[in-house]
C-alpha cells in the first residue's frame, strides 16, 4: 500500500478524532477522513476513470479526492488555476484526462467546448459541505504514459509549453519519507499550505509528510492565505493567515519570504502577554529576545522553488524564523537536499536526502541518482531513467551541504573572460526592498546591464542607492553597471515569465534589446 494511505489508516485507528484536514470551514478527523476516501473510491466515476484531472482551489476536498485516486492507483493531474486558458487544455489534452473535477464547471464547460473536448456526462457530488462537478470526457487523441505512473505534474517549462512529468509511487514516497525524518514532522504539528497544491512541492511536503506524522493539514482557498495567481502577493494576509491557524511549518518561495520579512521588520513589538496567550511553545525566559516575533508557533519553513539570498537569510534569522532553504526539481519528484534545524548552512541548499545520490559532470553540472521521472506524458523513456542531469551548476562543499551557483544554459561570459551566473546578481539585487525583479545580461560585453522591475512606488534615487548597495557586496565582474527600468513586471501574461516566476530572458532581452545596446554603444563611442 502506498505509505501516506497506509498511515492515514494506522492514525484513523490509532487517534480517530485526530485532525487531518482543516479548512476555513470544515475539519476533518483522520476516522473521517478514512471513511471518506472509502466512500469515494466506491464512486462509479472515479472507478472508471483512466487519468483524472484535479481543477479545485485548495480546500479538504482537494486532499480527498487526490488521496482517493491515489488508493484507486489512478494517475492524478494536478491542474494549476495560475495556468493560462491554453497551458490547461494542453494539459489535460497532453495526459489524455478523461475526468475532471473542479469547483469551476462555468470555465472549465467553455474550456471543453473552446478544445473541441466533449463531455459525455456531468456529475455534481458534495464533498466536505461543498459542490463539485465531475466532468466525464470523450478522449479523441489518446497520450500514452508511463507504466506505473501515479502523478502527472505539470511543469510551465522556458517555452510556456508544459511537460507533464510522470512520477511513480516509488518516487513520491521516498521523497515524503525522507522529508519527513528531515523535518523532524510530529503528530503536533500544524502546516498551512501557502502554496498552491497543485504544485508537487506542497503536494508532497504540505500534504503527504504531515499525514505521514499524523499531524493536521490546514487548507485555506488561496484567496485567504494572500497569494494571487503566479504572481501577486499580500504579505499582510498571509502574516495573519499564519497568525490566525498558529502554524508550526509551511512553504514559502523566496518572494513570501522577502515579503514577510520585510512586513516584520516593519511591525511593532508584540507585548508579552499576547505572545504568551498565542503559544505555549515559548518559555518565558525567551520571549524577552524575542518580543519582536508575530509567529511564535513557526517551527519550520522551507523555503524553495528559486535561488534564496544569504541576505534575506540573514535578515529571517534576526527574525526569529525559523527558514531553511531547500533545492529540488519536478523530475526528481521534487526535494533533493534541505537544510535543517539540527543541520544547515546559509548559502548551501542543504544535505542531500537519503533517497538520493549526487554526481557532477566535468561542468559541474549536478547530475541526481536515485528516485526520477518515468518519462514525461506522450515520450515514454526507452528504458529506466536512473539518474537526471539537472541542468543546474554546483558542488558538494566539505561539510557535504550542496551549494547551486547557477543555471547551466543562463550563465555568460563576459568579454573579459569572467563567468556569471545571472541569477546570483539578481537574488542579490532581489533582495533589497526596492526591487521586485531583476534581469541581468553581459554575454561577451565588457560590464553587466539590468532591467530592474521596481517594487511599489519606488522612487529612481532609491532603486539607484539598491543598485549601489548590491553592487558592495559583489565582486566586479558580477556587478552592474547600467540599468534601466522595465515598462512593465515579467509575467506569464505579457510573455517574460513562465508560470512560476522563472524569467524568459530571451524574451526580455529582446523587448529591451534598444535599450540595452545603446548602454554598449555609447561606451564605445567614449572609446573611439
Sequence with gaps: MNAVLAAIRSHAAQQPAQLALIGEDIEVSYGALQQQLTDLMLLPALKQAKVVGLALDNCPAWAIFDLALLAATTPVVPLPLFFSKTQMIHAMQDAAVDLVITDQSALYLELFAAAGMPVLA??????CGREFSLFSLQVLKASALPPATLKVTYTSGTTGTPKGVCLSAAAINAVAQSLL?????????????????????????????PLLAGASCILPSMRTTGLLGASGLDANKMLATLQHYQATSTIFTPEILLGLVTVLEHSKPIEQSILIAQSQLIAQSQLAAQSALRLPNLRFVAVGGASVSPTILARAAQLGLPVFEGYGLSECASVVAVNTSHDHKIGSVGKPLPHVQLKFAADGEVIVVGQSLLGYAGMIAAAAIEEWATGDIGYLDADGFLHITGRKKNIFITSYGRNVAPEWVERELTAHSAIAQAAVFGEAQPFNVAVIVSRGAATVDRLAQAIVSTNAQLPDYARVSRWLIASEPFSPQNGLATSNGRLKRNEIYQRYQTQIQAFYKETSDVVL
Design 122 to 127: 456531468e456529475q455534481v457530488i458534495a464533498v
Design 181 to 209: 525524518l528531515a523535518t523532524a514532522a510530529s503528530s503536533q504539528e500544524r502546516h498551512l499550505s501557502l502554496l498552491p497544491l497543485s504544485t508537487l512541492l506542497e503536494n508532497i511536503a504540505g500534504l503527504y509528510v
